[in-house]
């Protein structure tokens, strides 16, 4: 094939057409030339040649369309002529791309978040041979309610895995140095751990980061290559090797003015020196996608920074804590590594096992592809996503559903026109083309308008999801695999909505087309058929928005027993700053005290944690003879429950007068008084916590309240004084006069002039606290409700395109009726009643679909029944009203008709 | 004239590049030429003829240049290249194994 030529030819169309044009002219002339030598006028001799040869411009269109550049030409040629459609009817094409474009847009943006949870690997090389190590067994407490396990205590999370059984992704040590001994299947094992929040002193600032211990192997078998300097190895994973860190990309921009400032630098942690020898390059970000980590440290470095306890968590074979990764050897699979290390592991945690109970459900090893790194967050968000995902696609088909009836709507009325073009001789296909390519040129408009949206529905959707969550690495954004999908879609969606209508449009049967005008499909079962199927679908979209606005209606009103309002919440470490026990008391309250000094404060307290966040045991203690186990244990400072507005039923709150020195203290809730001292006061009875030997005197009786989770229960609950316990991280509570954060630079300074060295951390509302712990359940009433109003308007516009046009077919019948004396009131009556007979319709069909996804969904929900008669009761009263007001305006436009007009428009 | 005979598919080629490669020539003259070689039994039309020769063109196979006709008006002279050269014995030794073929089976039903 020639290119080039074909490609002048392109580039400079019009002479190859002239030129074209003139060598057939030249044979012609040729031809005539011979006839008139042969005696003939002019004349005849043209006329001749014509006759024997046809004319020339059918020579030169046929040489056009045999060329290869044809099939573009002709497609050029068709998408111009679909444009000069569109903009002759901008109502039905605006309306055609915008509702295409939210939908392809809403698609692509849930699923580009799609890609960066769930599909995304780690920015490592040879990403696809990493393996996570978990282990899965059966539950610690199954039965009755003691807690029976080698895994005797943990630092980390388990979660809940198929079958009932219990999974977790934390080791103790010993199984880390056992397995990594068993290396014929993996090429290296490495583990790391979440090192918290840690605070990083440079040059006098102060600030909070993310930290990560890792192992000498972690850098070198991830294949991270440093930014600058080096990275964390074997030689500095030893005890007593020279304190080491390595900073991540932003820590290293962000603090110390860039990576190659930042090796060799000192730097505090938690007031501990290290030196930072490397930076991490800018694409890595840790392993866990929920967690990224500001300053790596070699994981002995918890000796340093974690007190006297650390020593002893690598020689506990019954605390779980360290989390393991692993590379597989070229050509070994993961069912062959699992294998293989499984009996390893067995053998090994069966030497920890004490009781027959603990032996009776050992750990099993369980190796999982550690390409996208650790799964903490596709565990939390995957089915959060799929139900979007779900909904969005519904909208998206009501969408093309509805583009296919206005296409079909505007074939009835272009029948005409095409009918024309095909008695003309158009081949079939050429129209079916020319249809299809419309409804292409449609569907990329709404796609491109759609990646536009999804660009800015993404970043709001991160906003939505991640709801203040920091350390988050959620890198969702548009890239060429989202961009990819969203074109496949848009281009299956202009064929599943162009394909119908254009096949339809250029049935054979042309001729009763040609006769009459207007005739269509006889009664438009196709369109009716498709806005039974967009109702049907709505109706769907409207049961769950109704059951997550229920939900969020429900969390939204649970009862607290705590001011959710005028409280301001924010983190103080004096721990990490280097302050120690007994002088860190004396610290946290006297800037209690400095706090409650501010104008505008009517009170300040602190405690271990906020009360939505609080979580902790003290494992079991005793009330009189009885040991109680599950009570919540919260460390608070003085004036806890007054600032708090947590009603006190007896005695008093813990105060100032519970001092170091002073007699141990505690406030019960009411429900372990009622549940323990039956009747009677407990005041000045005494409980005991079983591990620390400690009793404390009953000083208070508190209301119940909600204690952690919104979604918990209220539990018993036991209140002691910060004062008489060593202390880390405080959380402090100012109850404000307005706004609470406007008191945030104030608190700043106040904490500066203590220790310059302490940093502040989650300032934050206690509302907006409370809020981010239901932030996928906002972002769901949000978002469902967004799209289910999508779903309605879209319904509507179909319901409303469809009636018109059963209007306007009807027109003679109801122009007969109104001459026979029929009323407005009666002709409005019969196209409504067309209206409800297709929303029922809808509603019947999609009632037990409507159920059936509910109970999809039931773990997403709070105190709402996936199957709540109320909800969908609303929902279809609210498909039908919407129905009859998209009905209505059509049914007036019909009572309007003038029977003398409408006999005569035949 | 005599009675005409539809053409071949790919024959067409066939006696084009056939024809050019004796000595360049207009669309009148290969029509001309195809004709009298045939004596009458192939009549190419132009509407057959100029889609075909702009294919083999597209190809590579002939060129065409404009030059001076005696009479003094223009006409576009095709010519064989190389590649068609090579193009044209290859389509002869496919025509020949066609035409052996076929008259085998014709000789078998006599």
Not at chain 1, 244 to 264: C, D, H, I, L, Y
Not at chain 1, 281 to 291: I, K, L
Not at chain 1, 463 to 477: D, K, Q
Not at chain 1, 518 to 532: H, I, K, S
Request: with cysteine.
């Amino acid at each position: 094939m020639n290119l080039k030529r074909i490609f002048q030819r392109l580039r400079n169309r019009g002479r190859a057409d002239a030129d074209l044009e003139e060598e057939i002219a030249s044979f012609y002339d040729g031809m005539q030339a011979r006839r008139i030598e042969a005696g003939l006028t002019p004349g005849e001799a043209r006329r001749e040649t014509r006759a024997e040869f046809g004319s020339p411009a059918r020579v030169v269109e046929a040489v056009r369309d045999s060329r290869v550049e044809a099939v573009l030409e002709t497609a050029i040629q068709d998408i111009r002529y679909a444009w000069r459609g569109l903009r002759r009817n901008p109502g039905f094409a605006a309306v055609a791309v915008l509702t295409l474009a939210l939908g392809i847009g809403a698609n692509s943006a849930i699923y580009s978040l799609m890609e960066s949870i769930l599909l995304r690997s780690l920015p490592v090389a040879g990403a696809e041979s990493l393996v996570v190590l978990n282990w899965h067994s059966r539950p610690p407490r199954d039965g009755g309610k003691d807690w029976v396990h080698v895994m005797q205590s943990v630092s980390g999370f388990a979660w809940k895995g198929g079958h009932g059984s219990y999974v977790s992704g934390m080791f103790p040590y010993g199984a880390f140095e056992t397995l990594r001994e068993e290396n014929g299947s993996l090429s290296v094992l490495f583990g790391h751990f979440r090192a918290g929040d840690r605070t990083l002193s440079i040059g006098g600032a102060a600030s909070s980061a993310g930290g990560e211990y890792v192992t000498g192997e972690y850098f070198r078998a991830l294949a991270v290559r440093p930014a600058a300097g080096r990275l964390i190895g074997p030689e500095d994973d030893k005890p007593g090797a020279p304190p080491v860190a390595v900073v991540s990309f932003a820590t290293s921009q962000n603090r110390f003015g860039g990576p190659a400032k930042a090796v060799g630098q000192p730097i505090l942690v938690d007031n501990v020196p290290f030196t930072v020898v490397g930076v991490a390059p800018p694409e890595f970000r840790g392993v866990d996608p929920a967690w990224e980590p500001g300053v790596y440290l070699p994981l002995r470095a918890n000796l340093l920074l974690d007190g006297s306890g650390a020593a002893s968590m690598y020689g506990n074979g019954n605390f779980y804590w360290i989390e393991l990764m692993g590379r597989l050897r070229p050509g070994v699979t993961l069912e062959q590594a699992q294998s293989a290390m499984a009996p390893r592991f067995r053998q090994w945690v069966s030497t920890t096992a004490t009781t027959d109970g603990e032996r009776a459900k050992l750990p099993e090893l369980l190796l999982t592809p550690g390409a996208g790194g650790l799964n903490s967050l596709r565990r939390d968000y995957s089915k959060p996503l799929y139900v979007l995902l779900a909904m969005v696609g519904l909208i998206l088909t009501i969408a093309c559903a509805n583009i296919a009836n206005l296409l079909l709507a505007r074939a009835s009325a272009r029948r005409r026109e095409i009918s024309v073009r095909l008695s003309l001789g158009a081949s079939r296909w050429r129209v079916v083309r020319q249809l299809i390519t419309e409804s292409l040129l449609l569907a990329s408009l709404g796609g491109i308008l759609g990646v536009v949206l999804a660009h800015w529905g993404t970043q709001w959707l991160t906003v939505l999801l991640t709801n203040g969550r920091e350390n988050f690495t959620l890198g969702a954004g548009l890239n060429w695999f989202v961009l990819a999908a969203t074109a496949a879609l848009t281009m299956l969606c202009g064929l599943l909505f162009g394909l119908a209508p254009a096949l339809q449009a250029t049935r054979p049967d042309v001729m009763p087309a040609l006769k009459n005008g207007r005739a269509g499909e006889p009664r438009g079962w196709t369109q009716q058929a498709l806005v039974v199927a967009q109702l049907a679908l709505s109706l769907i979209v409207l049961v769950a928005a109704g059951l997550f606005v229920r939900t969020l209606n429900n969390l939204h009103s649970v009862q607290l027993g705590y001011a959710r309002e005028n409280i301001l919440l924010f983190s103080v470490d004096a721990r990490k700053a280097g302050h120690r026990d007994p002088e860190i008391v004396n610290f946290y309250s006297g800037l209690r005290r400095r706090f409650e000094a501010i104008p505008g404060v009517s009170g300040a307290t602190l405690s271990q944690s906020s009360l939505i966040r609080a979580g902790h045991a003290r494992g079991a203690m005793k009330v009189g003879e009885t040991t109680v186990e599950g009570t919540r244990v919260l460390v608070t400072g003085a004036n806890f429950h007054s600032t708090m507005r947590i009603p006190m039923l007896y005695g008093r709150e813990i105060d100032d007068r519970d001092q170091p020195g002073s007699a141990p203290v505690a406030v019960i809730s009411e429900r372990l008084a009622r549940t323990y001292f039956d009747g009677r006061n407990p005041i000045g009875h005494r409980i005991a916590f079983l591990k620390e030997k400690r009793e404390l005197e009953i000083v208070g009786v508190s209301a119940n309240l909600r204690y952690g989770s919104l979604k918990g229960e209220n539990p018993m609950t036991v209140f002691i004084a910060a004062s008489q316990v060593s202390l880390r991280g405080m959380t402090y509570a100012l109850r404000t006069a307005g706004d609470p954060l406007r008191h945030a630079s104030n608190i700043r300074d106040i904490v500066k002039e203590a220790d310059s060295r302490i940093p502040v951390t989650n300032i934050v509302s206690q509302a907006a606290e409370i809020d981010r712990t239901i932030g996928q359940e906002v972002a769901f009433a949000k978002l469902c409700t967004g799209f289910a109003a999508l779903a309605l308007l879209i319904s509507c516009i179909g319901l409303y395109g469809t009636m018109s046009c059963a209007v306007a077919r009807r027109i003679n019948e109801i122009g007969i009726r109104m001459a026979l004396g029929a009323r407005r009131g009666a002709v409005v009556w019969m196209v409504l009643r067309r209206v409800l007979v297709l929303v029922l319709i809808g509603i019947a069909i999609s009632v037990p679909a409507a159920l059936a996804a509910s109970q999809l969904v039931e773990s997403l929900l709070f105190e709402t029944k996936p199957n709540d008669p109320a909800i969908l009761a609303l929902a279809g009263v609210i498909l039908a009203g919407a129905g009859i007001l998209a009905g209505y305006l059509p049914a007036r436009r019909a009572s309007k008709i003038d029977p003398l007009v409408a006999l005569r428009h035949e | 004239m005599g009675k005409q005979t539809e053409l071949l598919q790919g024959t067409l080629d066939l006696l084009i590049l056939r024809t050019l490669e004796l000595q360049p020539l207009h669309g009148v003259g290969i029509a001309d030429r195809v004709a009298q070689a045939t004596k009458g039994v192939f009549v190419i039309g132009p509407g057959s003829l100029f889609p075909a020769l702009h294919r083999l063109a597209d190809r590579g196979w002939i060129e065409g240049e404009w030059s001076e006709l005696a009479t003094g008006r223009r006409a576009k002279f095709y010519s064989i290249t190389p590649a068609g050269r090579k193009r044209l014995i290859e389509e002869k030794r496919n025509w020949n194994r066609v035409s052996i073929a076929v008259n085998q089976v014709l000789a078998e039903e006599s």
